[in-house]
């Protein structure tokens, strides 16, 4: 278990390498302004169109972020031959796949919990109320993005990072 959990740490800290929190300010700001545009005309729908708006663009960042890492990162490591290192160690492929997972996991939840923070504070602005519906959405979005990198690392271990971003 300590060796999932080791490599699901290095995965996580290999994608904020890969400065996936510069997708995540970018689609946050991006969530306000389309927000911040399309209140004006939503006719007493305003929280509806937030809502949708902020969980739509919660599941696009997390689908560019799932793409670019999951197929990238274990392209690039098969490519520096970091698995063959690990996989000579007394690691069961199992646990290497596993942990893999726990940080594109990792990272996912980070996505998601800052992600939903954008149209809880939209909201809490227009109707002056805090609601919870931003969080079962993002709730059901990040199951949606678990299994999508569950496919994707699939895909992308033996059919290569190409494939695997056409097939998603």
């Known amino acids: ?47 509806r169109i937030v809502l949708d708006l902020g969980l739509t663009g919660m599941s696009l960042a997390g689908l560019l972020v799932l793409t670019m ?14 698995t063959d290192v690990l996989l000579s160690k007394p690691i069961r492929r199992a646990d290497y796949v596993l942990g893999k997972y726990l940080g594109f996991v990792l990272t996912l939840a980070l996505l998601v919990v800052v992600l939903t923070d954008f149209p809880s ?37 033996f059919a290569g990072p190409l494939v695997a971003a056409f097939v998603l």
Do not use: K, N, W
């Open 121 to 157: 504070l939209a909201l809490y602005t227009v109707t002056g109320d805090v609601m919870v519906r931003p969080l079962f959405g993002a709730g059901m979005v990040f199951v949606e993005l678990s299994m999508l990198a569950a496919l994707l690392l699939f895909l992308a271990g």
């Open 69 to 82: 890492l999951c197929t990238t990162h274990l392209a690039r490591e098969i490519e520096r031959r970091t």
């Open 1 to 47: 278990m300590r060796v999932i959990v080791a490599i699901g740490v290095h995965t996580f800290r290999e994608a904020m390498r890969a400065q996936v929190l510069y997708v995540l300010a970018g689609s946050g700001l991006l969530l306000m302004g389309g927000a911040a545009l399309l209140a004006p005309i939503a006719l007493g729908q305003v929280d």
